[in-house]
């Protein structure tokens, strides 16, 4: 039996996708719905049982009887809002549930990989080099990447033992992230806009040596970020923290281009001002090094940059939005 933490959402759901076509329907999905259109993404999925997230940590209070059976954990539910301000509210909601579900995960002898984030590597200035010897160094531009850091700490200073595992998503999109509101990927929010308004806005730079649409990122299609999750949670034994990207870096110009050929139109793109609190706390260049996931035996390519963009443009969002 498998938990699957945060099921209903972007990763959560092609996870558990995965997971089906690999046969496994053993699984148990918690999520918080609320009032959110997110239960939709769970409609394609197969799984023997739904717990709310407030559910799950009842019965683990109650000493997890109920989850009897259950081998491994993915742990993907937090909130992921980059500009969430409420630092006590990320600290209960993403580090100590964390850390009470490890606390089980511990006592049981299961398997548990979490969500880190490229979030925790801050602006940058140290790399982002996943060797778990500098956590330390890091330093989070916001609460978010904050909450997901001490996390990584405390597993750190346990020595991941028995069998913990963190993966640092780079920028994520496609299908199932139609709930995300503004932290929706710019795939997404490009899109509409084009639909809207024929054209893409993009944020200025505001560095000398980058010039406006050259800022870089790694971006991961969900499947391939869903099949390194997989991979790390059954069939590898590695222990740690390890980046989840694709290994590229790509402008945000490269990106506005394949979503205009995806959707059969030529590029308009207009350079907006940013707006001054995220200056300083603005990304100029994400990249993830994959050596490390690579010799632990992850092999399979990533899907690159265009193709994914048309997969998704083309083979959801053209088609109202459908999910996967």
């Known amino acids: 039996m498998i938990v699957v933490t ?78 969430e301000k409420d630092a006590s509210y990320l600290i209960q909601n993403n580090y100590q549930y964390s850390v009470r579900l490890a606390e089980f995960a511990t ?37 978010y990447g904050y909450s997901k850091h001490i996390f990584d700490l405390w597993l750190r200073d346990r020595k991941f033992d028995p069998g913990f595992v963190g993966i640092k998503y780079f ?9 995300k509101g503004d932290m929706m990927s710019v795939v997404l929010k490009a899109f509409r806009q084009i639909q809207a308004e024929g054209k893409i806005k993009l944020f200025k730079s505001y560095r000398t040596d980058i010039r406006d649409g050259e800022q870089q990122r790694d971006f991961l299609y969900v499947e391939d970020a869903a099949k390194m999750t997989v991979f790390l949670a059954l069939e590898s034994q590695i222990t740690g923290v390890y980046n989840a990207g694709s290994g590229s870096a790509n402008t945000w110009l490269s990106l506005a281009d394949a979503i205009f050929a995806a959707m059969g139109k030529a590029p308009q793109i207009e350079f907006v001002d940013m707006p001054e609190w995220l200056r300083p706390k603005y990304q100029y260049y994400t990249c993830a090094p994959m050596k490390r996931l690579q010799s632990a035996g992850f092999s399979t390519p990533t899907t690159p940059l265009a ?18």
């Not at 799984?47 to 997230?53: P, S």
């Not at 920028?171 to 709930?179: A, Q």
Request: glycine share 10%; hydrophobic share 35%.
């Open 171 to 179: 920028n994520v999109f496609g299908p199932n992230e139609y709930h």
């Open 6 to 83: 945060g099921a209903a959402g972007l990763i959560g759901s092609a996870v558990v996708r995965e997971l089906n076509r690999r046969g496994r329907y053993d699984l148990i999905l918690v999520d918080h719905l609320g009032s959110s259109d997110k239960w939709m993404n769970l409609r394609s999925l197969r799984f023997a049982h739904y717990l709310e997230k407030e559910t799950l940590l009842q019965q683990l209070q109650m000493g997890g009887s109920s989850l009897f059976g259950v081998t491994h954990i993915i742990h993907l539910g937090a909130c992921s809002s980059t500009t």
């Open 107 to 143: 006592q049981k002898g299961i398997r548990m990989v979490y969500a880190s984030s490229a979030a925790t590597y801050g602006e940058g200035n140290e790399g982002f080099d996943d060797d778990i010897a500098l956590l330390n160094s890091l330093r989070p531009l916001n609460p």
């Open 307 to 324: 193709e994914a963009v048309k997969d998704y443009v083309s083979g959801y969002l053209m088609k109202e939005e459908a999910r996967a």
